[in-house]
């Protein structure tokens, strides 16, 4: 079994910062890239940041230079720092990860259950 935390949400004003974080626990044997999505009410979900286990990464376009992801691949953790935070930032933001877990034959794809982000102007 393999599950995702995320944690780190919460009620910000514009212009303020946040770290989420997500930490993935269970029998993993590794996992490559890992992700994270937002979906704000009545919007379709949509990726913001993923960083591979080398520590590449890339942003969605309205995220580039305010959020940072980052991860510990030995904690299998990652963490998004989001800065500058706007009122269209706010959603639910989703931690995704590529996991390989033991016993199994590849990889897999594996969600948390959200953190709620909100940015009021």
């Known amino acids: 079994q393999v599950q995702l935390v995320e944690s780190g949400g919460g009620l910000v004003q514009a212009g303020g910062s946040l770290r989420l974080s997500c930490a993935a626990s269970?029998?993993?044997?590794?996992?490559?890239?890992m992700r994270w999505y937002r979906q704000a009410p009545g919007e379709q979900r949509e990726l913001v940041a993923a960083?591979?286990?080398?520590?590449?990464?890339n942003y969605a376009d309205s995220v580039k230079g305010r959020f940072t992801i980052s991860r510990d691949n030995a904690k299998n953790t990652v963490w998004l720092q989001m800065n500058s935070l706007k009122p269209e930032d706010t959603a639910v933001y989703y931690c995704?990860?590529?996991?390989?877990?033991?016993?199994?034959?590849?990889?897999?794809?594996?969600w948390g259950q959200g953190t709620e982000v909100t940015v009021s102007s």
């Open positions: 995704n990860g590529g996991i390989w877990v033991r016993g199994s034959l590849g990889y897999t794809d594996y």
């Open positions: 960083i591979t286990s080398g520590g590449r990464t």
């Open positions: 269970g029998s993993i044997v590794s996992i490559n890239v």
